[in-house]
């Protein structure tokens, strides 16, 4: 995989490689807390998967960025490439494993992209030199990913638009085991694109063709923010049924409060979630009664996907009770069985259990019999719900 070339450079670049450029002359807010989002996942997504990759296969784990730039801000700040292959090179499991591919369909930015990978400290312990190409993500991307089997990846995409995205390309991505996907999803192109007739197929590729055309009928009566949410909300429900079953979008404004984009990230795995939303909540600029607003507007319940990621702290316990009533189940289990779409992180989970148990609402036992630590709530309890 590492050494494919998957299509052919055309001569024509669309505007979002003027917009890439323009984006990397300095480095925002927003751009910073997107890498480090980035970086982290990559890390403990490869500290989880190298160990079964050395069992079961070659070895080797993949990071995919099809959209890298140049590398470096204008002001000398790495960008999330090169934080990558950091994180990689400090680590001696992951940098024996690594293959990292990089793209871009600007030349000047991928032969950027090489000088700075080349001057990295400690690049040349990598097992694998990173590869760097010069191309244009079209069809051909979507025939090689979704026709190849590949080794575990974690792949980012991050187009400036929305050129080369596809439902097609994101599956193709996250097929194999191991495999995880972030996308960039720039609101403001997309919205300006649903009901442009100009770009109906990148439009169709991205939604689905019937879902697009259902969108645009949606949307032309919608008001800005519903506009918003009707549009991801699509899109979500589009990445569940490809069987991206694990969506988490995270949601960035301007200073002035408005929606600019997101990062939406899509597994087929629970851990992948799992752990993708701890570091999102962490990085979230703001919570409500500990727990984290990612960043998210208001939603309301005609677009259950979003609402669902809206809930206040105080439904949990109501919902717990009724949608568990009779049952006797673990707490890692309730967990992953309820907290999928929802805000709440584990930590939330075993406060409100505790809660309900000095409650006498729910009773709950060790099945190790084990003497249970004060204030503590282990995923193995049993919980039973009267």
């Not at 694998?128 to 974690?154: H, L, M, R, W």
Request: glycine share 6%; proline share 4%.
């Amino acid at each position: 995989m590492e050494q494919s070339i998957y299509y052919d450079v055309q001569q024509d670049i669309e505007l979002g490689a003027c917009m890439a450029k323009k984006f990397f002359e300095e480095r925002g807010d927003q751009s910073v807390v997107k890498a480090r989002i980035i970086q982290k996942y990559f890390v403990a997504w490869a500290n989880i998967v190298v160990g079964t990759a050395k069992r079961w296969g070659e070895g080797k784990i993949a990071y995919i960025d099809l959209y890298a730039g140049p590398g470096r801000y204008k002001d000398g700040a790495a960008s999330t490439p090169l934080m990558v292959l950091e994180k990689a090179i400090e680590n001696e499991r992951i940098r024996d494993a690594l293959v990292a591919l990089f793209n871009d369909v600007d030349e000047n930015n991928s032969n950027t992209l090489k000088q700075e990978i080349a001057k990295l400290p400690g690049i040349e312990t990598l097992k694998y030199p990173p590869v760097v190409n010069c191309n244009e993500v079209g069809k051909d991307a979507e025939e090689y990913f979704s026709e190849t089997q590949i080794i575990p990846a974690f792949t980012f995409f991050d187009p400036f638009g929305y050129k080369g995205l596809s439902l097609r390309l994101v599956n193709g991505v996250i097929k194999d085991w191991g495999c995880d996907c972030v996308f960039f999803f720039n609101y403001n192109r997309i919205n300006a694109g649903i009901s442009n007739p100009s770009v109906k197929s990148h439009m169709d590729a991205l939604f689905g063709e019937e879902r697009a055309n259902q969108l645009r009928i949606k949307v032309n009566d919608a008001s800005p923010a519903h506009r918003q949410e009707m549009v991801l909300e699509e899109l979500s429900n589009a990445l569940v049924e490809m069987g991206g079953k694990f969506v988490l979008p995270f949601r960035f404004k301007n200073p002035e409060g408005r929606l600019t984009h997101h990062l939406v990230f899509v597994s087929k795995d629970f851990k992948g979630y799992e752990v993708m939303k701890e570091i999102m909540a962490k990085e979230s600029s703001t919570e409500d009664q500990g727990v984290a607003s990612f960043a998210y507007s208001p939603a309301d319940e005609t677009m259950p996907f979003l609402f669902e990621l809206q809930r206040p702290l105080d439904d949990l316990a109501d919902m717990l009770l009724h949608e568990f009533a009779g049952r006797t189940v673990s707490m890692r289990d309730i967990y992953c069985e309820h907290s999928v779409g929802r805000p709440f992180l584990s930590r939330h989970y075993k406060d409100v259990l505790g809660k309900l148990e000095a409650a006498k609402k729910v009773s709950v036992v060790d099945p190790e019999g084990k003497n249970r630590r004060k204030n503590s709530f282990a995923d193995r309890l049993l919980v039973t719900f009267f």
